[in-house]
């Protein structure tokens, strides 16, 4: 079973940073892309960016420009560089991986996995 787990939410100023980061384990046979979601009180979880395993990116809109995702392989992680934050951007972040695994011999593609969430808040 493949666990994601993410780290590095918490409270920031207005203006400030911060550095999410989520590792995959478990049952993992390759990584297609990694990215990233969030989910603002009393609202749906929306896109946020994406990197595939080639290292190609894209970002929503709302975070094009100030946000950066950044891949290890190596490590199956993901990273979330979210510069001059706003109090809009306060959500839960959560973090997803499109994966090929191998059970007992056989391989399943393009699982979707998610998790639990990391809490952002900006606020002065």
């Known amino acids: 079973q493949v666990h994601l787990v993410e780290s590095g939410g918490g409270l920031v100023q207005p203006g400030g940073s911060l550095r999410l980061s989520c590792a995959a384990s478990g049952g993992i046979l390759s990584i297609n892309a990694m990215g990233w979601y969030r989910q603002a009180p009393g609202k749906g979880r929306e896109w946020v960016a994406t990197i595939t395993s080639g290292g190609s990116s894209n970002y929503s809109d709302s975070v094009k420009g100030r946000f950066a995702i950044s891949g290890d392989n190596a490590k199956n992680t993901v990273y979330l560089q979210m510069n001059s934050l706003k109090p809009e951007d306060t959500a839960i972040y959560y973090c997803?991986?499109?994966?090929?695994?191998?059970?007992?011999?056989?391989?399943?593609?393009?699982?979707?996995?998610w998790g639990k969430g990391t809490l952002v808040t900006v606020s002065a």
């Open positions: 997803h991986a499109d994966v090929n695994s191998d059970y007992d011999g056989t391989t399943y593609y393009d699982l979707d996995y």
